[in-house]
């Protein structure tokens, strides 16, 4: 037991010091398409950022509007990311797979961003929203249980 608990705080520290990466749905580093995940946090809501204003967090680039919404992510960018790796949160709850997002697509739940696949007449956000909780709670698992699988 002492053993598991050892283990567990070296991957949890590990995750806090960016020592562990966790997969990224990226585009060759540019996470979100480009969009400032603050922005999704704000009235606005999803708006393209600016590689004026871009910073770098766990090896990917991350674009902002301005400096404000770039200073705020630098701050507290758990606050900000995300959920599973910017994956669809639907594709990562119903059968544990990495699909691609429309960054326009989104839902924050609880002060979380979920993204969601929406093409080609399939915008998974409304499956996503028939059956939340046990997709949410799957999803959740899925993600700690394949995370390394890049």
Not at 10 to 28: I, Y
Request: with cysteine.
């Amino acid at each position: 037991m002492r053993l598991f608990l050892f283990i567990s705080f070296l991957f949890l520290a590990s995750l806090e010091t960016g020592l562990c990466q966790m997969p990224v749905n990226s585009d060759k580093g540019l996470a979100v398409g480009g969009y400032d995940v603050v922005s999704y946090f704000q009235i606005t809501g999803p708006q393209k950022g600016n590689n004026q204003f871009a910073a770098q967090h766990r090896g990917q680039t991350y674009y902002f509007l301005n400096a404000v919404n770039k200073a705020m992510f630098l701050k507290s960018p758990e606050q900000y990311l995300p959920q599973y790796g910017g994956w669809c949160a639907y594709a990562m709850g119903k059968e544990g797979n990495k699909v691609d997002v429309d960054p326009k697509t989104f839902k924050i739940m609880e002060g979380k961003l979920y993204l969601f696949y929406n093409k080609f007449f399939n915008n998974t956000l409304t499956k996503w929203n028939q059956d939340e909780a046990k997709l949410k709670a799957k999803a959740d698992q899925n993600w700690v249980s394949k995370h390394n699988n890049k």
